[in-house]
Antibody, heavy 125, light 107 residues
Framework: QVQLVESGGGVVQPGGSLRLSCAAS????????MHWVRQAPGKGLEWVAF????????YYADSVKGRFTISRDNSKNTLYLQMNSLRAEDTAVYYC??????????????????WGQGTLVTVSS | SYVLTQPPSVSVAPGKTARITCGGN??????VHWYQQKPGQAPVLVIY???DRPSGIPERFSGSNSGNTATLTISRVEAGDEADYYC??????????FGTGTKVTVL
């Protein structure tokens, strides 16, 4: 079955960096766009970033643009999120999620399914 | 920016029908997706493209979308339906947008 497993979360000081990974299995990873979505403690869901199935296009929420970088390695079936210049407001559970459409573009308005179990990032001194 | 507004909470007795609304400007022209999130768990897709159900989601879950309001309907509510529910759309000026979330309580 389709499975997404995130790793790399932890505690980091403000201004620090962290790289999250998302290992995918059970589907043809190279055929699907992938997303990162986060959820601050006790709050709602916030979309963070998207990468096209072939890595050719990347899109970011304004709140992370210039600080976060999404990437993928299709040979390893793995998605990444490099997070730099971290702030307290970046504290959240970070989920990776598969885009609902095969070979879809960013503006196809697709859904997210499935989601990984999430990894907690805490930015604190 | 595009805003999706949901009621903070909905309470429903077992066996009854719960309706969760998602309000947005001309949301009827967009594709709406719905997610269920139980405490400590990742969100799960329950409705996509306004009214389609993924495999494994009970027929009790249905959706509609028209005008300025999309609605997720849960028929014959069970205790296991107690969760937070979020709507989601894509908007050209706001990227992927999630609703504010609705906590469904089964009485």
């Amino acid at each position: 079955q389709v499975q997404l497993v995130e790793s790399g979360g932890g505690v980091v000081q403000p201004g620090g960096s962290l790289r999250l990974s998302c290992a995918a299995s059970g589907f043809t990873f190279s055929s699907y766009g992938m997303h990162w979505v986060r959820q601050a403690p006790g709050k709602g869901l916030e979309w963070v970033a998207f990468i096209r199935y072939d890595g050719s296009n990347k899109y970011y929420a304004d709140s992370v643009k210039g600080r976060f970088t999404i990437s993928r390695d299709n040979s390893k079936n793995t998605l990444y999120l490099q997070m730099n210049s971290l702030r307290a407001e970046d504290t959240a559970v970070y989920y990776c999620a598969k885009d609902g459409g095969e070979y879809s573009g960013y503006d196809d308005g697709n859904w997210f399914d499935p989601w990984g179990q999430g990894t907690l990032v805490t930015v604190s001194s | 920016s595009y805003v999706l507004t949901q009621p903070p909470s909905v309470s429903v007795a077992p066996g009854k029908t719960a309706r969760i609304t998602c309000g947005g400007n001309n949301i009827g022209s967009k594709s709406v997706h719905w997610y269920q999130q139980k405490p400590g768990q990742a969100p799960v897709l329950v409705i996509y493209y306004d009214s389609d159900r993924p495999s494994g989601i009970p027929e009790r879950f249905s959706g509609s979308n028209s005008g300025n309001t999309a609605t997720l309907t849960i028929s014959r509510v069970e205790a296991g339906d107690e969760a937070d529910y979020y709507c989601q759309v894509w908007d050209s000026s706001s990227d992927h947008v999630f609703g504010t979330g609705t906590k469904v309580t089964v009485l």
